[in-house]
Structures are given as C-alpha cells and as structure tokens.
C-alpha cells in the first residue's frame, strides 16, 4: 500500500505504532502486534473493517449510536462488545449482546471470515 494511497485509519495506527510500538498499538486496539504488522503491511487477510473500527475508536474519537447501551458509544468499545461471549451479569450486557446480534446497524457479527452465527 503506497503512502498515497493510504487511508487516514492506516496512517493514524501507522503513526501510534512509529511513536510507541506495534504491540503497545495493538494492545490499544485489542489486537496483537503481528495483525498491526500485517494491516501496515497490506496482508492482513483477516476482518479489516473491524480493525478499522478499532483504530478510528480508540485513536481517532469516532463514535457510533448504540442501541443496546442507549447511547453514544467509541467504535473502538462497539467492536469489542461485539467480541464478548453472552454473560448474564447485568440486564445491560444481555441487551448489548442482543443488539449486536439482532440487525444494530453497527454490528459485524456473523460478517468475519468463518464467523460462528450461534447466539
């Protein structure tokens, strides 16, 4: 991927991981140094538009709305509550499971490469 044709989500996990390191931007986002590494590389086969979300969230304040917390939420924390295993610990975490299962706009789940549809 040339610099000119870089999109600003690559060069702004490009710049976090010059100033610090691809592990510690990795971890920032919730993935590991090697998919950093792939994604500045342009082999990355796995679900870019998730890690997309992950850096716009985390390094570049995007926000989406929410409909399972009611509110506006970083698309750095949608894509992990779209990651996390059902849990019945509050009727919160239930209603965000759900949304992002059942047609939230926001949601990739059931999208990714092999991605396993039981709810």
């Not at 691809?22 to 986002?29: D, E, L, N, R, Y």
């Not at 490469?113 to 039981?118: F, M, R, S, V």
Request: net charge positive; aromatic share 6%; glycine share 8%.
């Amino acid at each position: 991927m040339s610099q000119q044709q870089e999109s600003d989500w690559v060069a702004t996990l490009r710049q976090a991981a010059a100033s610090t390191s691809q592990k510690v931007a990795g971890q920032a986002i919730g993935y590991s140094a090697s998919v950093v590494n792939q994604v500045l590389k342009g082999t990355y086969k796995g679900d870019l538009k998730a890690v997309q979300d992950a850096v716009e969230g985390k390094f570049m304040a995007m926000t989406v709305q929410c409909p399972g917390f009611g509110m506006e939420i970083s698309k750095s924390v949608c894509a992990t509550e779209q990651r996390r295993p059902r849990s019945f610990t509050s009727p919160i975490r239930i209603r965000v499971y759900k949304a992002c299962r059942n047609g939230c706009a926001h949601s990739r789940v059931g999208q990714e490469k092999g991605a396993d549809n039981a709810a």
